[in-house]
């Protein structure tokens, strides 16, 4: 079993920076991909980002160039810059994809 715990969300300003913080504790060494997802008010969850373990990143074309994942051993983050109000949404950590394990979510509130 692999336990994740979220940080670091909260309420900004379009154009602003937040950094998401996600701590895994567990059986860790079965850990491969970690990443977020997020889900917004009455709309589906979906994929944001991801690192593999050896470093290979993935981002939806939404967040391109505006938001950065990374991995340190047991921990993944998630540097959004340039917000939008669209980026409202309860971030969510996930290690091992869809069917793997997952944190209780964050939010993050972008006002226009």
């Known amino acids: 079993q692999v336990q994740l715990v979220e940080s670091g969300g909260g309420l900004v300003q379009a154009g602003g920076s937040l950094r998401l913080s996600c701590a895994a504790s567990g059986r860790t060494f079965s850990i491969k991909t970690m990443g977020w997802y997020r889900q917004a008010p009455g709309k589906e969850r979906e994929f944001v980002a991801a690192?593999?373990?050896?470093?290979g990143k993935s981002y939806a074309d939404s967040v391109k160039g505006r938001f950065t994942v990374s991995r340190d051993n047991i921990s993944v983050y998630l540097q959004m810059n340039s917000l939008k109000p669209e980026d409202t949404a309860i971030y969510y950590c996930?290690?091992?994809?869809?069917?793997?394990?997952w944190g209780q979510g964050t939010q993050v509130t972008v006002s226009s």
């Open positions: 996930n290690a091992g994809g869809i069917s793997g394990a």
């Open positions: 690192i593999n373990w050896n470093g």
